[in-house]
């Protein structure tokens, strides 16, 4: 039995028991997971020590907003030029900390903002971040520079007593997948500062160049990087010498290499518009303790099929779970499709129940019991703010999160933290 089958295992039995445990037996002042949107903003108007967590029961859509004081963000420009602060929601923990990335962009007021490239004048700024105790915690420039703009998809994985443990973390790791696989450039908090190592493929790497649009997974002891087109690749960060494991997603969901890009400006925003679109209707997460992929097809005749799959106790395939007929269910639900709305799309897996996927129809999130083939639950109707540019990350928050803190050996000066917790919710 390899290591990565038994690593897999007993952490995900580990991980899925207590976590159930834990929330099942907690007294919450908020919901145990939340579905948050993946755009933080950043709001010059607030003085709060830290950020900002409106938390919402799911299937509701919650947000976090940072102070700019946190952010520490260029003073404002001239005014022939025009300065956008705002971030993402990069990637979640398995225990509710979140990376976040802000970029304060300036470019000159006679070019469209909406023609803005992150080509332009910007500075990246990196946080792990605490949602419910406000806490960040900024993390050192790659490279000693703020202007060294890494489209990253960089995941974030903690570790209470040595991997042993399941409670407030006492290390974590940032980390990135580069030169398709065959590198790791990763940031370990016991270590305080960025570094790249040299991985090594268990298995295959990857056949093919990378296409990831989707925020990376973290399950048993390894993260998890997404490409929509091929499969899943994984990686322990904490690693001496980092191990890449790579598994191809169902056969049928395949798809064909894509052209490469060869410095071509116009098949590179091709190869974008395609992956934003294929993210609407497939997704791969962490639900019930394992890692699940969810994928919506059309099926023989016509129907949309909701598929769901479970990766194998070997960790080499995936399983077919449950299939539903999507427009059925809906219909059923009260949430007839009509041939000129938008198409369905999937939000986030439940991460506390296996048989939930959560989905965007019209201007609701609507919840797909694909066990029993039903309707479950709905949110109210989404503010325009979320509903036109619909992207979410599903984060669990543990009942210990909001009084723990993030954890930093203080090595490095510019490992800076918020010194106040505070809880806004």
């Known amino acids: 039995m390899s290591l990565l089958r038994l690593g897999l295992l007993g952490l995900s039995a580990a991980i899925s028991g207590n976590l159930r445990r834990s929330l099942s037996t907690a007294t919450y002042s908020h919901p145990p997971w939340v579905i948050i949107q993946d755009t933080t903003m950043v709001d010059r108007s607030l003085s709060d ?5 409106r938390a919402v029961d799911p299937p509701g859509v919650s947000d976090i907003t940072a102070p700019a004081h946190l952010i520490s963000p260029r003073e404002r420009p001239a005014s022939d030029i025009f300065q956008l602060l705002a971030g993402d929601v990069r990637a979640a923990s398995g225990d509710g900390h979140l990376l976040l990335n802000y970029h304060d962009l300036q470019a000159g007021r006679e070019v469209p903002w909406t023609s803005w490239e ?6 990246t700024h990196r946080f792990v971040c605490n949602p419910l105790s406000g806490q960040m915690l900024r993390l050192p420039d790659i490279g000693g520079s703020k202007r060294i703009l890494v489209h990253n998809h960089m995941g974030l994985l903690t570790q209470a007593d040595g991997g042993r443990g399941h409670g407030p973390p006492d290390r974590f790791a940032v980390a990135d997948l580069v030169f398709n696989g065959t590198g790791l450039q990763r940031f370990l908090s016991d270590e305080g500062e960025w570094e790249t190592v040299v991985s090594m493929p268990c298995r295959s790497l990857p056949p093919r160049e990378l296409l990831i649009f989707q925020e990376t997974v973290a399950l048993g002891g390894r993260l998890w990087w997404v490409d929509l087109t091929f499969g899943v ?7 001496h010498r980092p191990e890449v494991c790579c598994i191809e ?26 992956m934003q679109e294929l ?24 129907p949309l099929l909701l598929s769901s799959f479970a990766l194998d106790d070997e960790a080499s395939g995936w399983m077919l779970e449950h299939q539903v007929e999507l427009s059925q269910v809906l219909a059923d639900g009260g949430y007839q499709l009509q041939h000129n709305s938008p198409a369905p799309q999937i939000a986030v897996l439940d991460p506390l129940n296996a ?5 965007k129809v019209g201007n609701h999130v609507v919840v797909v019991d694909v066990r029993n083939g039903k309707v ?3 949110s109210p109707p989404l503010p325009e703010s979320q509903a036109d540019c619909f992207s979410c990350v599903s984060c669990v928050l543990p009942p210990w999160l909001g009084a723990s803190r993030i954890p930093t050996t203080g090595k490095k000066d510019d490992m800076e933290a918020t010194d106040d917790l505070v809880i806004c919710l």
């Open 49 to 53: 020590p830290g950020v900002c967590f």
């Open 118 to 123: 992150m080509t332009e004048d910007v500075e």
């Open 233 to 239: 690749i994984s990686v322990d960060p904490f690693a």
């Open 249 to 274: 997603l169902p056969s049928g969901s395949v798809l064909p290499a894509r052209a490469p890009i060869d410095g071509d400006i116009s098949k590179a925003q091709e190869t974008v518009r395609f």
């Open 279 to 302: 993210a609407k209707y497939r997704r791969v997460g962490v639900s019930g303790g394992r890692l699940r992929y969810a994928e919506l097809t059309p099926g023989p005749g016509g």
């Open 355 to 359: 048989s939930a996927v959560h989905l």
């Open 376 to 378: 479950i639950g709905a």
